[in-house]
């Protein structure tokens, strides 16, 4: 059982959003002996240009994988490892530019996608959703399309484990 699952997709999102509960890969089956780690996880733009209002500044975006909904939470609970159901983080910065052609450029070296932080102790039992938000100098918020790619590899369980995992992956999943 070692064959790498990779996910590839897209997602839209406005500048100065947030997005939540965007489901990247779900598994309904009753083996119990089944479960995956997320080995890494990237992110990068796949919209760089977009009218941003005649604004050169600066956007930070950040991002989480979850194992289970979060809802519609504030911008600062999208990057929150104190919650259980997310396993992986990123916070990107970049800056934005006007001109003929506004533009998006990634702040780091290399400009390349931008790999998350991912908790090495959790196990993927039924499902990954992502969650972003974006927060920028210009009052202007086109919507952009992101890239992101997220590798798995599949990990045997003894049922009794999968089942503690499930119960963790949805741990903080209560409304008050």
């Given at each position: 059982?070692?064959?790498?699952?990779s996910?590839r997709g897209?997602?839209s999102?406005?500048?100065?959003a947030?997005?939540?509960?965007?489901?990247?890969f779900?598994?309904e089956?009753?083996?119990?002996?089944r479960g995956?780690?997320?080995e890494?996880?990237?992110?990068?733009p796949?919209t760089?240009r977009?009218a941003?209002?005649n604004?050169n500044g600066?956007?930070?975006?950040s991002a989480?994988i979850?194992?289970d909904?979060?809802?519609?939470v504030?911008f600062?609970?999208?990057?929150d490892?104190?919650?259980?159901r997310?396993?992986a983080w990123?916070n990107?910065?970049?800056?934005?530019r006007?001109?003929?052609d506004?533009?998006?450029a990634n702040?780091g070296?290399?400009?390349?996608?931008?790999?998350?932080?991912?908790d090495?102790?959790?196990?993927?039992a039924?499902?990954l959703?992502?969650?972003a938000?974006?927060i920028?100098?210009?009052?202007?918020?086109?919507?952009?399309?992101?890239n992101y790619m997220?590798?798995l590899k599949?990990?045997?369980?003894?049922?009794?484990?999968?089942i503690?995992?499930l119960?963790?992956?949805?741990a903080?999943?209560v409304v008050n």
């Amino acid at each position: 059982m070692s064959k790498k699952l990779s996910l590839r997709g897209t997602f839209s999102q406005a500048d100065n959003a947030r997005t939540t509960d965007i489901q990247v890969f779900i598994y309904e089956a009753n083996d119990l002996t089944r479960g995956w780690v997320v080995e890494a996880a990237y992110l990068w733009p796949k919209t760089i240009r977009a009218a941003n209002g005649n604004v050169n500044g600066q956007m930070q975006v950040s991002a989480s994988i979850a194992t289970d909904t979060i809802g519609s939470v504030g911008f600062p609970e999208i990057c929150d490892t104190s919650d259980n159901r997310q396993v992986a983080w990123i916070n990107s910065g970049y800056q934005v530019r006007s001109g003929g052609d506004d533009f998006i450029a990634n702040s780091g070296n290399p400009p390349g996608p931008v790999p998350f932080v991912v908790d090495p102790e959790h196990i993927v039992a039924n499902g990954l959703w992502i969650n972003a938000t974006s927060i920028s100098d210009s009052s202007t918020s086109p919507v952009r399309e992101w890239n992101y790619m997220i590798v798995l590899k599949p990990k045997r369980l003894d049922p009794k484990e999968t089942i503690l995992h499930l119960i963790k992956n949805v741990a903080q999943d209560v409304v008050n």
